[in-house]
C-alpha cells in the first residue's frame, strides 16, 4: 500500500469512495449486531472489497479549493519462500511531469465544406501538435447545434460519437473523423480528417469538440468561472454543411462477369448490335 499516485479528484472518485465508506458501515453495524446475539449471533461474511481512493487531506488540496485523492496501487501477488535470505534489489524509477499543452490547428474556427450530393464525401483535414513532455489523450465526439434529435426528456441535443450514429427519432450525423480516440505521444504531430458524407438532403451544423488534458489556460478560466475542472480542455470547431439531392441516382451494384454474360445482340455505346468497344466503363 505504499505505492500511491496523487491526482485531482472526479465527481466518481468522490461517489465510489462514499459508497466505500457506506458499505463498510454498514458491515461493521451487522457484525456488532450478530456479536450481541452471543452464540445464538450467524456469521456475516468477508467485508466488502477495500476502496483503492483516499481523500488527499485537506492541506494538500490546491489552493483553488479543488480537491484531490490518493490512489492506492495494490502489491502485486506474491509467496513469502521461508527459510531464505533476504534480498535487496535497486530498482531504477523514471518519471515526467509537465503541463499539458497543445496546438489544433481550425480551434475554435466555423469549417464550412463545399455543398455534397448525396453518398459522396468531402473531406477536410487538420493538425493537432503535443507541444508537452506528456501523452495526450483526446476523445472526439459531434454534437448537433440546430437540436435537431432532441430527445423526449427535454431539449438536449443528441450527441454522436466519432462515427455517425443516430438514434431512430435523431436526424444522423454526417459527419465523422479519422480517429475518434486516440493518445497523441510527446512533441508529436497528429493529422485528423473530417467526413461529411451526407444521406440526407438538408443543411448540417454540428459542433466538433475534442477532449483532452486540461492546460494551464483551461485551469485558469475554470477557476475564473467556478466550473468543473474534471472535464479537462475542449477544442471546439464548427462544421456546417449542405447535402444535395442529384436529378437521379443509380445504386448498381459492380457486377465482375457482366461482358461474358451480356447478349451480343444488344447495342454498344456506338448503336451498333455488337459486343461493348470501349474499355473504360466510364466512357458513354
Known amino acids: 500500500d505504499s505505492m500511491k499516485s496523487y491526482r485531482r479528484a472526479t465527481a466518481e472518485d468522490i461517489s465510489q469512495i ?3 465508506e457506506a458499505a463498510m458501515k454498514e458491515y461493521t453495524a451487522l457484525v456488532e449486531a450478530e456479536a450481541k446475539k ?3 449471533g450467524k456469521p456475516v461474511g468477508p467485508p466488502p472489497p477495500r476502496c483503492l481512493l483516499e481523500l488527499a487531506p485537506s492541506d494538500s488540496s490546491s489552493s483553488s479549493g479543488e480537491q484531490y485523492v490518493y490512489e492506492i496501487v495494490p502489491e502485486p501477488i506474491n509467496q513469502v519462500v521461508s527459510d531464505s535470505p533476504p534480498q535487496q534489489l535497486s530498482i531504477s524509477c523514471h518519471g515526467t511531469a509537465d503541463i499539458a499543452a497543445y496546438k489544433c490547428h481550425g480551434d475554435g474556427d466555423n469549417i464550412t465544406f ?13 493538425n493537432f501538435t503535443n507541444e508537452c513532455n506528456l501523452k495526450l489523450p483526446i476523445k472526439w465526439t459531434f454534437d448537433d447545434m440546430k437540436k435537431r434529435g ?3 426528456a427535454g431539449n438536449q441535443s443528441r450527441l454522436f460519437s466519432g462515427r455517425a450514429e443516430s438514434a431512430p427519432s435523431a436526424v444522423q450525423c454526417p459527419f465523422s473523423i479519422d480517429v475518434e480516440e486516440t493518445e497523441i505521444l510527446p512533441k508529436a504531430e497528429k493529422q485528423f480528417v473530417i467526413k461529411f458524407l451526407p444521406l440526407e438532403a438538408d443543411d448540417f451544423v454540428f459542433v466538433l469538440k475534442g477532449e483532452t488534458l486540461s492546460t494551464a489556460k483551461s485551469l485558469q478560466q475554470t477557476q475564473q468561472l ?3 475542472s474534471s472535464t479537462g ?3 471546439r470547431m464548427v462544421l456546417r454543411g449542405t447535402g ?4 437521379c441516382h443509380f445504386d448498381v451494384n459492380e457486377t465482375l462477369d457482366y461482358m461474358s454474360r451480356r447478349s451480343p445482340n444488344l447495342k454498344n455505346e456506338n448503336g451498333v448490335n455488337s459486343p461493348i468497344e470501349a474499355t473504360d466503363s466510364r466512357s458513354r
Open 18 to 20: 462514499e459508497a466505500a
Open 38 to 40: 452471543g452464540k445464538k
Open 114 to 126: 463545399r455543398p455534397t450530393y448525396l453518398f459522396q464525401a468531402t473531406v477536410f483535414k487538420f
Open 150 to 152: 432532441a430527445t423526449r
Open 226 to 228: 467556478h466550473m468543473d
Open 233 to 235: 480542455s475542449v477544442v
Open 244 to 247: 444535395k439531392r442529384p436529378i
